[in-house]
């Protein structure tokens, strides 16, 4: 069975303070690994899609690397409005579409 | 704002019920994903459809049922409702029917007395 274990599960930065999210996952044969971001009480808005191990993905303070075993979400210089809670899914290429979250890592950006 | 529409926002009902909840996708998407997430869990993928048929099925229970319309919207059937069932829903959707980019809709919050 899939598997997909973030942490930290909490992290209190200061504004310009910058530090990884991680993403563990186990597949059997990785089809894609996603990143979401989720505030309170909203729907996920995606972020990146990585495909292979070696691949990276940038969006302003964020960027997305991916290892056979891992991915790493590194926030550079964040702003408070980057508080929320981060979210790592997994596809695998057997059980076809299913998709499996991760718990998230809640991020909290202090002024 | 993603373009997936979802009604109610807000459900509150008691145990034993029936309730039905609504998704747009956004226009021109033909897959539409239903999720389920509660506080201990996360997010629990329900079942996708694409194009009016049924693609894949996750950790839905069998009280549960959803369908998509020639117009493409979907509806997720809830019944006999738990405690438990108390969760966030979303509804996500995509142009095609494997599984690139989602787009998630802002929700419906089911409470269950």
């Known amino acids: 069975e899939d598997q997909v274990t973030q942490s930290p599960e909490a992290l209190r930065l200061q504004e310009g303070e910058s530090s990884s999210l991680n993403c563990s996952y186990t597949v059997s044969g990785l089809r894609g690994l996603f990143w979401y971001r989720q505030d309170p009480g909203k729907g996920p808005e995606f972020l990146f899609t990585l495909y292979s191990a070696g691949e990276e993905k940038e969006k302003e303070r964020l960027k997305a690397t991916l290892t056979k075993k891992e991915s790493f979400l590194h926030i550079t210089a964040p702003k408070p409005e980057d508080s929320a809670t981060y979210l790592c899914?997994?596809?695998?290429?057997?059980?076809?579409?299913?998709?499996?979250f991760g718990t998230g890592t809640k991020l909290q950006v202090i002024p | 704002d993603s373009g997936v529409t979802q009604t109610p926002k807000h459900l509150i009902t008691a145990t034993g019920q029936r309730v039905t909840l609504r998704c747009s996708p956004r226009?021109?998407?033909?897959?539409v994903y239903w999720y389920q997430q509660s506080l201990d869990q996360g997010l629990q993928f329900l079942i996708q459809?694409?194009?009016?048929?049924?693609?894949a099925k996750g950790n839905i229970l069998e009280r549960f049922s959803a369908q998509q319309f020639p117009d493409l919207h979907s509806e997720l059937n809830l019944s006999s409702l738990e405690l438990g069932d108390s969760a966030l829903y979303f509804c996500a959707s995509s142009p095609r029917h494997d599984l690139d980019t989602q787009y998630f809709g802002p929700g419906t919050r089911l409470t269950v007395l």
């Open positions: 459809y694409y194009n009016g048929e049924e693609r």
């Open positions: 226009s021109g998407d033909l897959s």
């Open positions: 899914a997994v596809q695998g290429v057997k059980g076809y579409q299913k998709v499996t």
